[in-house]
């Protein structure tokens, strides 16, 4: 599986949009984007996935650039509870997912 | 989330004691893991099982030794840890053999410290 870069830390305003990068410049043809999140004490929780179309749902968008290399994680209106570490991670098929430090995301009031 | 239930949540033995580790998964999966996630460090897959069957192992030590009695139940039976077997200890489901890509859901682990 490709590997990940993610920024260590960032800061974001309550109620602004939370725009969380994510470099995978090795991603191969078939390997889709994931992005997990782990608030502390807990275990980790899906956010969404893509291939190369921009994808949407309750809780995020994510946004692919054309050649695949990059994505963007959009929290559309971040809340305090959106504080957490988020993970970044690219898979092919296999099972294994292979989580690196992620970006730790905190929302100030 | 509830549909991955771990229980203890935390777990204090001695170097010496035997305890296992539960996974429930109520979401219908047929495939459940174990991960690893020590402090400063990135969750470690350590194994796989795939309609009860365990498809990897991913260099995991014998002292812990994981069980499957059916797609919903998963075990992770430990004997004789070490003080750096304490961790938090992830259980996983997904379904797999859809087709499409399915995720992987989590429950909230248990911590397990070694004295």
């Known amino acids: 599986d490709a590997k990940t870069t993610q920024p260590t830390s960032m800061d974001c305003a309550e109620g602004r949009a939370a725009n969380l990068p994510c470099n995978h410049s090795?991603?191969?043809?078939?390997?889709?984007v994931y992005w997990y999140r782990q608030i502390h004490s807990q275990g980790p929780q899906y956010i969404i996935h893509?291939?190369?179309n921009n994808e949407t749902n309750e809780m995020a968008s994510l946004i692919i650039t054309e050649d695949r290399k990059s994505s963007t994680l959009i929290l559309p209106h971040a809340t305090l509870r959106d504080t957490a570490v988020y993970y970044c991670?690219?898979?092919?098929?296999?099972?294994?997912?292979?989580f690196g430090q992620g970006t730790r995301l905190t929302i100030n009031p | 989330e509830t549909g991955v239930t771990q229980t203890p949540r935390h777990l204090v033995m001695g170097m010496t004691n035997k305890k296992s580790l539960k996974c429930e998964q109520h979401?219908?999966?047929?495939?459940m893991y174990w991960y690893k996630q020590s402090a400063k460090k990135p969750l470690e897959l350590m194994f796989v099982?795939?309609?009860?069957?365990?498809?990897e192992n991913n260099s995991v030590p014998s002292r812990f030794s994981p069980e499957c009695p059916n797609s919903s139940h998963l075990f992770l039976h430990l004997h004789t840890l070490q003080p750096e077997d304490s961790a938090l200890y992830l259980c996983?489901?997904?379904?797999?053999?859809?087709?499409?890509?399915?995720?992987?859901?989590f429950g909230d682990g248990t911590r397990l410290s070694i004295l």
């Open positions: 090795t991603i191969s043809g078939n390997e889709y």
């Open positions: 893509g291939l190369k």
């Open positions: 991670i690219v898979r092919r098929g296999a099972q294994k997912l292979v």
């Open positions: 979401l219908g999966h047929n495939a």
């Open positions: 996983a489901s997904s379904q797999e053999g859809a087709g499409e890509h399915q995720p992987q859901h």
């Open positions: 099982y795939n309609f009860k069957e365990q498809t």
